[in-house]
């Protein structure tokens, strides 16, 4: 536990305390929640998982279903609006921000929703989509729609910022 929220202080300078983090953070709520429907889920225990995860949805609109496999210190940015979808599978030290949707396509019974490798960092309202596998140490900008592989190491993005015009020091335009 000690080591999730040194995380969470670590990757966000707006952690003041191990208390504020516990207290206001939805995305360790939504992930307290989503161990116990996990581990009922495992269990093969019906209904009772996907009732956890509906609570916990209303709770911190942060919507995770209960086979979703997750590794250690996973960090919920905000969360508003995030989605993981049944059989994405995602590693160590990941950072999910808000409106982030690892998502499917396809309606077939089979694997339909991304791997996200460890250290993986993905921004605000960025669709990862389908059985695809994201590789360690990627970094995904916001907006961006993922529908590839990424080799580790990779960092991409939806659109590059433009510098239109310069009128003073720190007064700079841009377009997207």
Same mark, same amino acid.
């Given at each position: 536990?000690k080591?999730?929220?040194?995380?969470i202080?670590k990757k966000?300078?707006?952690?003041?305390?191990y208390?504020?983090?516990?207290?206001?953070?939805?995305?360790?709520?939504a992930?307290?929640f989503?161990?116990?429907?996990?581990?009922?889920?495992n269990?093969?225990?019906?209904?009772?998982?996907?009732?956890?995860?509906?609570?916990?949805?209303?709770l911190?609109?942060?919507?995770?279903?209960?086979?979703?496999?997750i590794?250690?210190n996973?960090?919920?940015?905000?969360g508003?609006g995030?989605? *993981?979808?049944?059989?994405?599978? &995602?590693? +160590? !030290?990941?950072?999910l921000?808000? $409106?982030?949707?690892?998502?499917g396509?396809?309606?077939e019974?089979?694997?339909?929703?991304?791997?996200?490798?460890?250290n993986?960092l993905?921004?605000?309202?960025a669709k *990862?989509?389908?059985?695809?596998? &994201?590789g +360690? !140490?990627v970094?995904?900008g916001? $907006?961006?729609?993922v529908?590839?592989d990424?080799?580790?190491?990779?960092?991409?993005?939806?659109?590059?910022a433009?510098?239109?015009a310069?009128?003073?020091k720190?007064? *700079?335009e841009?377009?997207?």
């Open positions: 536990m080591e999730f929220l040194d995380n202080k966000d300078p707006a952690a003041r305390s208390l504020q983090i516990i207290l206001f953070y939805p995305g360790v709520h992930l307290f989503h161990r116990i429907a996990h581990f009922l889920y269990l093969k225990i019906p209904v009772i998982p996907y009732l956890i995860a509906y609570f916990s949805r209303a911190t609109s942060v919507e995770i279903h209960p086979a979703v496999k590794g250690k996973l960090f919920i940015d905000h508003c995030l989605v *993981i979808g049944e059989t994405a599978v &995602i590693g +160590d !030290n990941v950072t921000y808000h $409106g982030v949707t690892l998502g396509y396809n309606y019974p089979i694997k339909r929703h991304p791997t996200l490798g460890n993986v993905i921004g605000a309202g *990862i989509l389908g059985n695809i596998k &994201i +360690d !140490n970094k995904v916001a $907006g961006s729609v529908i590839n990424l080799a580790e190491e990779k960092t991409v993005v939806a659109q590059t433009k510098e239109i310069k009128q003073q720190f007064n *700079i841009y377009m997207i």
